[in-house]
């Protein structure tokens, strides 16, 4: 298993950005670094992924360091909504595209 | 697009009885995946498809467990017997065979007494 390290947890005040880093240091070339979330009492939730540039969608950016040790994922308005637990994981394998989740960081946004 | 459906929603047994829990992954997803999730254990990746046949069931717990898929558009994942410790939620998912973007269901929320 591709092993990641993330906080346990964080706190972030309503309508502030938020950067939840994650550690990825034996990350080889080709391996992706991907972002899901979990919202309580549901299913994860593709958030975003990249490989080596930094990527931004409608739900976050993705900060990838220029060595590929380490990325952050920024929301750049945490809402009441973002609470969750928010999981970074490298994909390793040749064509499984099996993800294999950790622990992930547990996100509590402050009113 | 109803996203991934997976049924029941919720499903209390005896210990002994045999589950079956049931996954609709989206049309045109070529890989479908079940997890399985805990308070200990977080989530565990059990077994995963591709293109209806099994790749990968090194996750799945001991022989009670087993998991099918007939066509491309329906799976199953039994335990037989069931146990307590069985207990969790399990996750479908499903991906059209690419490093990004797997789609899980709402899961189902397993009681084993």
């Known amino acids: 298993d591709a092993k990641t390290t993330q906080p346990n947890s964080m706190e972030s005040n309503e309508e502030e950005p938020v950067h939840l880093p994650c550690n990825h240091s034996?990350?080889?070339?080709?391996?992706?670094i991907h972002w899901y979330r979990q919202l309580p009492s549901q299913g994860p939730e593709y958030v975003i992924h990249?490989?080596?540039s930094n990527v931004n969608n409608r739900m976050a950016s993705l900060a990838i360091a220029e060595d590929r040790k380490s990325s952050t994922l920024i929301l750049h308005r945490a809402t009441l909504r973002d609470a969750a637990v928010y999981y970074c994981?490298?994909?390793?394998?040749?064509?499984?595209?099996?993800?294999?989740f950790g622990t992930g960081t547990r996100l509590t946004v402050i009113p | 697009d109803a996203g991934v459906i997976q049924s029941p929603r919720h499903e209390v047994t005896e210990m002994g009885q045999e589950v079956t829990l049931r996954c609709k992954p989206i049309?045109?997803?070529?890989?479908l995946f079940w997890y399985r999730q805990t308070m200990m254990r977080g989530l565990e990746l059990l077994i995963y498809?591709?293109?209806?046949?099994?790749?990968?069931d090194s996750g799945m717990p001991e022989d009670r467990f087993s998991a099918k898929m007939p066509n491309a558009s329906f799976s199953t994942l039994k335990i037989q017997p069931s146990e307590p410790r069985d207990s969790a939620v399990y996750f479908c998912?499903?991906?059209?065979?690419?490093?990004?973007?797997?789609?899980f269901g709402s899961g189902t929320r397993l009681t084993v007494v």
């Open positions: 998912a499903s991906t059209p065979r690419t490093r990004y973007g797997y789609t």
């Open positions: 034996t990350i080889s070339g080709t391996d992706y």
């Open positions: 990249g490989l080596t």
């Open positions: 994981i490298e994909s390793k394998g040749t064509g499984a595209n099996n993800l294999f």
């Open positions: 049309s045109g997803h070529n890989s």
């Open positions: 498809f591709n293109n209806n046949v099994p790749i990968d």
